[in-house]
């Protein structure tokens, strides 16, 4: 499956994979900086964004998708950064094909199989996408019964667009994301490990990346090293994108 991607700048390689329910331009806030000291491969990932959609929806595709973009667009190898479900989908493309990748950042997940942290927000999408609604006002106030946070809400909402017939959809196939939640909650490959230069950046004020999950961490990336900003939560390069950035362009330079 060919990708859905932008590119920016100029420079050694990096690909950057956005998280559950995003599409490449949630991760704009650190391609964009980027860009002036590399060249940035920006991309949807599967029945995300304006790439196709698929009833298959697991971490080997989706790495598979990583791998077959970075070949059609000429990308021998390349350092992968990728938030939440896409920092899975880096470290599988890491742990399957690690010739593909120079170093690798992770932004606030871990190896692990999580619990079901989205049961409000899918219903929430699932009310949205049955009820007809005109405007993305009534889409807010559908979903606030489910979601309190509103930057949550902001964010989903970047996805809901108008099809040809004027009516309002959600970019992402929401039907095979709820079906395959489960496999979007299990673990990457547990069988391989990476040598490559690996930085975990977690947000203070998250649970996605705790002390118990270290293990883990360190038995498939031997090489790996961890950042902590503080003041952010999951969404952490939306709440602090300078912090963010800095860690992100200190590693990859070696500073």
Not at 91 to 102: D, I, P, W
Not at 160 to 188: C, H, M, P, Q
């Amino acid at each position: 499956m060919l990708l859905n991607y932008k590119q920016y700048g100029e420079g050694p390689d990096v690909v950057i994979i956005h998280g559950l329910f995003g599409s490449l331009e949630n991760l704009n806030v650190i391609a964009k900086p980027l860009s002036e000291h590399f060249r940035v491969t920006n991309v949807d990932l599967r029945n995300h964004g304006a790439s196709p959609h698929s009833e298959e929806m697991n971490y080997p595709a989706m790495a598979a998708d990583i791998v077959e973009l970075m070949n059609a667009l000429n990308i021998n190898n390349a350092h992968l950064i990728g938030h939440s479900m896409g920092g899975k989908v880096a470290m599988e493309v890491a742990l399957m094909h690690s010739q593909k990748v120079n170093k690798l950042v992770v932004l606030d997940i871990a190896p692990v199989s999580y619990p079901a942290r989205h049961t409000q927000i899918i219903s929430a999408l699932k009310d949205v996408a049955t009820s007809h609604i005109t405007d993305r006002k009534q889409a807010d106030a559908i979903m606030s019964e489910y979601i309190n946070e509103l930057g949550v809400r902001q964010f989903l909402l970047k996805s809901l667009v108008k099809n040809e017939d004027g009516e309002y959809r959600w970019r992402f196939n929401l039907d095979v994301l709820d079906k395959k939640y489960s496999t979007i909650t299990a673990n990457v490959n547990e069988n391989n490990s990476c040598l490559c230069d690996t930085l975990f950046i977690k947000g203070n004020d998250s649970d996605y990346i705790l002390p118990e999950y270290r293990d883990e961490i360190t038995k498939r990336f031997k090489n790996t090293r961890a950042k902590i900003i503080h003041g952010a939560g999951h969404w952490l390069h939306a709440q602090k994108p300078v912090a963010v950035n800095k860690a992100i362009n200190d590693f990859l330079t070696g500073l």
